[in-house]
């Protein structure tokens, strides 16, 4: 209860006014007079003074010459502030994805960092589009020049797509659970297989356990897809970003499961 308390009271002192909050954000970019933080942000002088002081008394804030800046303690809590803003916006934004889905896939550092995803785009099913994240499935793989996937299920269409990538020498990394291994090394053809690692351009790994998350990941994106709460892989969600923290997010989570998983050895 002591660390609760001790938390609630910072976040308190903080949360509690907007002004305080706007300075510490302000001063991220390097000291500032008061009159330039009121330039800034169209608060009244009086208003800012005073926080900036009471920002000092707590010691977020210090005065050097006629400027302030923020301490190190100061610019540890801003920058935890924003990104768990980050996270909540993320959540809030796609609530019943991250409701509806089972996230035993990610670890508590992968959740952690969930303030990564902040922006994406969240592709649904409709009824006017029933394959809508299908199509952009496609679209993203046929439009990219190298892939990092796992996938926890086989769809018919898939190793048709990681086919032609590999024939025209796109660089493709993939994961799969070893129950479906061999149904895609069948469907995109073993012939295609060994070429492919041959040149180097191809590569293949299985896990002996069950994949619970889609992930795509390329230089210019990344999409997610989890399963449902049922145990059924959900397709009609799919969730989106072209930002490079998203991208460096699942880069990790793909490495994890690079590292435990066992290469192919063909005959």
């Not at 330039?39 to 900036?52: C, D, E, F, G």
């Not at 924003?82 to 992968?110: P, Y």
């Not at 046929?142 to 024939?167: A, C, G, Q, T």
Request: one cysteine or more; a neutral charge; proline letters at 2%.
């Amino acid at each position: 209860m002591y660390y609760f308390s001790v938390v609630g009271d910072e976040l308190k002192f903080l949360n509690n006014s907007d002004i305080r909050i706007r300075v510490l954000v302000d001063l991220l970019n390097g000291p500032l007079k008061i009159r330039d933080i009121n330039k800034k942000s169209l608060l009244s002088y009086s208003s800012i003074s005073s926080n900036v002081h009471k920002l000092c008394d707590e010691g977020y804030v210090e005065k050097i010459h006629n400027s302030f800046q923020l301490t190190n303690l100061g610019l540890i809590y801003i920058t935890i502030l924003l990104d768990f803003r980050d996270v909540i916006s993320t959540i809030t934004d796609n609530s019943d994805f991250w409701l509806d889905h089972d996230i035993s896939s990610l670890s508590i550092d992968d959740l952690n960092k969930l303030s990564s995803l902040e922006g994406s785009e969240l592709i649904r099913c409709n009824s006017m589009d029933i394959y809508k994240t299908h199509k952009e499935f496609k679209r993203l793989f046929k439009n990219s020049r190298n892939l990092k996937v796992i996938f926890p299920y086989l769809h018919p269409e898939y190793p048709k797509l990681i086919r032609r990538l590999i024939l025209k020498g796109i660089k493709v990394e993939l994961i799969v659970s070893r129950d479906i291994l061999d149904g895609f090394i069948r469907d995109i053809g073993k012939d295609v297989v060994k070429k492919g690692i041959y040149d180097g351009n191809f590569s293949i790994k299985y896990l002996s356990h069950d994949i619970k998350i889609a992930l795509a990941i390329s230089n210019e994106f990344i999409t997610v897809g989890l399963f449902k709460l049922d145990g059924t892989y959900d397709q009609n969600r799919l969730l989106l970003s072209n930002k490079k923290k998203a991208i460096s997010w699942g880069l990790t989570i793909f490495d994890s499961y690079d590292d435990n998983a066992l290469p192919l050895i063909l005959d």
